[in-house]
């Protein structure tokens, strides 16, 4: 709890982890059902690596930073803490998904089902209505496991078990 803290004195950080919270809280409260907290999840995972990546180990700077796909901003944000982007095996629709439309990990299939919600051609709204309920859901899981994982790197050391039942060891930075 130090680090979050110290965290908390800095108004730009207080105010990203105030961000970071209520969307994460939201988003496992399943505001705005499946589909708000893909949306949610993806605003917290994208201030996660602005305020993590870019601005806080400075990995990438200025207009590269910017450049990147968000697909690629989580797999850059998963690569800091060490944590996989690939797909559980428990989680099976959104791996059924993934070899569907032949996506090539988590931070792919998760982008593709946001970008379907957000920006919704007709293109997009059928490749949607082709992720069940189950999709949708395992979906959440991932992106809150993401979070936790993030979000735990910062102040947390030792072991746990996650969403997905798998043990993480994790040793803050």
């Not at 947390?156 to 039942?165: A, F, I, P, T």
Request: hydrophobic share 40%; charged share 25%.
């Amino acid at each position: 709890m130090a680090k979050f803290f110290t965290l908390s004195t800095n108004e730009s950080d207080a105010s990203c982890l105030d961000y970071l919270i209520h969307w994460y809280t939201e988003a496992n409260k399943n505001a705005g059902y499946a589909e708000g907290a893909i949306i949610l999840i993806q605003n917290a995972l994208e201030l996660l690596y602005n305020w993590q990546v870019v601005e806080k180990t400075r990995m990438i700077i200025d207009g590269d930073a910017d450049n990147l796909s968000a697909s690629n901003k989580i797999r850059l944000l998963l690569s800091t803490v060490l944590f996989s982007d690939q797909i559980p095996k428990n989680l099976e629709s959104l791996t059924a998904y993934v070899k569907k439309y032949t996506l090539k990990d988590g931070p792919a299939v998760f982008t593709d089902l946001r970008n379907a919600l957000v920006h919704s051609q007709e293109s997009k709204r059928k490749r949607l209505s082709s992720a069940d309920v189950y999709t949708r859901s395992e979906a959440v899981t991932l992106g809150l496991t993401w979070i936790e994982n993030v979000l735990l790197k910062l102040n947390y050391e030792g072991l746990y078990l996650d969403r997905n039942r798998q043990i993480i060891g994790v040793k803050p930075n």
